[in-house]
């Protein structure tokens, strides 16, 4: 935020939280010198999911509050699972979120040289040894919850005989697993995470970005706190599952500070409550089964809660930012409500999105006494509360596309559109009176007819004498066009996918797979407005009395759009709709 001569005016816009508040602290006591550096860290290991966007607004929202930079910091520590794909895919959604890290461009594996200087330096004052049992040794000493571990017999191991064995680890003479460095704290410390965590092993694997260079790898939770403290990184923000691991982030730290490697004071570890969403599944895990297993059309399939998919699904960057500020930070873990997301696409889309008309269930309506090959132009306005936006021309015809279930041969009560005998205003055109149907040999309605009045026309004085309760949207049949739209709908039809819920058997398992919605996704012909076929890939709209739909940004050809449901009008789902 630019400074100004208005103090009151520096204050944040967004609703503070427990994280604003230590920032905030920290500037009174001058600690950082008004300095803010988060940084975003994710695994380029798969593609970013909702429960990212969180993060990514909270890292990027905390720099922009207080003038600070975030960092974009790829995690790649770990050589066996990462891959160019996964970087490039999370570079382009955290620019498509509308983060900009500016130079702020870094990969873990660049600090690879500094952090084996900060091993020797930690084995140099006795902070860390080359532990040489085997991993079920290891995992045998480590005690419980409720006991102490016990030392491993290589712990007293002389410096220079440490600094041997990690060379020779280093120089590639050992096989996986037959050595590890580990940090020397506390064996019996309560903490299982400080009883002499593993800091460096042996990992014969190529790198995606430095290649064969190493053949030893440092832990997340020891490369991690270096990362942070080589950025001079201020909050490092973090999901609470970490937080047991605050205490060695702190130990290591002042341990390599005071070997002279990082200045004072060092970054600060602060965890929040990770994004927990109903109706979605946010694992990679499984993320990346249901694109493997072909349960989804890739990783940017718009049912998939990647942000990938939500581009293509027609969510919104402005709609992810007005969620994260709604659901706030906190420490408690919670639900939140797939709704609520959707909400916030709604809210956005509804205030930035044009109207259009859209048939997508077409039924010919012909009007028996409009001239045959006679067409004039409606005019439609564009945002119902955005004059400014201005109207488009609509054509109007004796043949036009409504809806199949805006008829109906026999009313049901409370039914006002059309049936035959009942007035309805076909939108911004005139008022219509039914007089009849036809049907095929099945019985199933091909036709309905009405009969328009002249002097009922939209926007002219005439329309007032005709009052009517049904008001019908259309397509000239003549002038609109034919394309394919995608009605997509939750992946998942139950609140928490796999979970086991009351009647199941109490040996039955149940699979995430098993709640996968079978009406995620319906494919349809529908008829367009003519203004709708020369439309920019992932231009967004709002069709009348149906949702809201973006142009898909894959299979759109010019000319020829293909559209995707973003969002229902309404919330079909709320208090068990479906
Ligand atoms: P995994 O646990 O499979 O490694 P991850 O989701 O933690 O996956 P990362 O790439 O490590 O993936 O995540 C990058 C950042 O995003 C981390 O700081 C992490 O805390 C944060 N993050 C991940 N999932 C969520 C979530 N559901 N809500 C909020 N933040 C999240
Ligand atoms: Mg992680």
Not at 359 to 386: F, I, M, R
Request: glycine letters at 8%; one cysteine or more.
């Amino acid at each position: 935020m630019k400074p100004s001569k208005n103090p009151a005016a520096d204050t944040p816009p967004a609703p503070s939280n427990f994280i604003r508040s230590i920032i905030d602290e920290d500037n009174r006591t001058g600690k950082w010198g008004a300095r803010v550096e988060t940084r975003f860290p994710p695994e380029p290991n798969g593609y970013l999911h909702y429960g990212h966007a969180k993060s990514i607004c909270l890292n990027f929202g905390l720099a922009e509050a207080y003038g600070g930079v975030c960092h974009m910091r790829f995690d790649d520590t770990n050589p066996e699972k990462e891959e160019q794909e996964y970087v490039d895919a999370i570079l382009e959604a955290v620019r498509w979120l509308g983060y900009d890290w500016g130079e702020h461009l870094y990969f873990a594996s660049d600090y690879f040289d500094r952090m084996h200087d900060c091993a020797l330096s930690l084995i140099e004052a006795g902070k860390a040894y080359v532990d040489s049992q085997s991993a079920e040794e290891m995992r045998a000493s480590r005690g419980t919850l409720t006991e102490p571990g016990r030392n491993s017999p290589y712990r007293d191991r002389g410096v220079e005989e440490n600094l041997d064995l990690f060379a020779r680890m280093r120089a590639g003479e050992f096989a996986e697993g037959t050595h590890i460095l580990r940090a020397r704290i506390d064996m019996a410390s309560p903490n299982i995470n400080l009883r002499d965590p593993a800091i460096y092993r042996i990992r014969h694997a190529t790198h995606h970005r430095t290649g064969d260079k190493w053949c030893i790898y440092p832990m997340y939770t020891f490369a991690h706190p270096i990362e942070d403290a080589i950025e001079n990184i201020t909050h490092s923000v973090c999901t609470l599952e970490f937080e047991d691991q605050r205490p060695f982030y702190d130990w290591l730290l002042d341990a390599l500070a005071t070997e002279g490697q990082f200045p004072r004071p060092l970054p600060q570890q602060i965890e929040f409550a990770r994004l927990n969403l109903t109706y979605v599944v946010l694992s990679k895990r499984k993320l990346i089964q249901l694109v493997n297993e072909g349960h989804v059309a890739g990783w940017d399939d718009p049912r998939l809660p990647t942000l990938a998919g939500a581009r293509r699904r027609g969510f919104t960057p402005a709609g992810f930012r007005r969620f994260a500020e709604q659901i706030g930070v906190s420490k408690a873990d919670s639900w939140i409500d797939m709704g609520v997301l959707e909400e916030c696409m709604r809210d956005d889309l509804n205030d930035a999105a044009e109207r259009r008309v859209a048939v997508l269930d077409p039924l010919k309506l012909v009007l028996t006494n409009y001239p045959e090959g006679q067409s004039e132009l409606c005019q439609a306005p564009n945002h119902p509360l955005k004059p400014e936006l201005g109207k488009r021309d609509m054509p109007f015809s004796r043949a036009l596309w409504i809806e199949r279930e805006d008829f109906m041969e026999a009313p049901a009560k409370g039914f006002h559109r059309l049936y035959p005998g009942n007035m309805v205003r076909l939108r911004y055109g005139y008022v219509v009176k039914c007089i009849g149907c036809e049907k095929d040999a099945d019985g199933k309605i091909t036709t309905v007819f009405a009969e328009y009045m002249p002097d009922s026309r939209s926007g002219t004085p005439g329309a007032d004498n005709y009052k009517v309760k049904g008001n019908l949207h259309w397509v000239s049949a003549a002038h609109g066009f034919e394309a394919e739209v995608r009605l997509y709908d939750r992946l998942f039809a139950h609140p928490h996918p796999g979970q086991r819920r009351e009647g199941d058997a109490p040996d039955a398992e149940r699979d995430f797979l098993d709640d996968i919605n079978p009406a995620s996704m319906r494919v349809i012909r529908a008829w367009l407005e003519p203004a709708l076929q020369g439309v920019a890939p992932e231009a967004r709209f709002q069709f009348e009395r149906h949702g809201y739909f973006v142009a898909d940004r894959v299979d759109s050809k010019p000319g020829a759009p293909v559209f995707n449901r973003t969002v229902t009008l309404k919330d079909s789902w709320a208090k068990g709709g479906k």
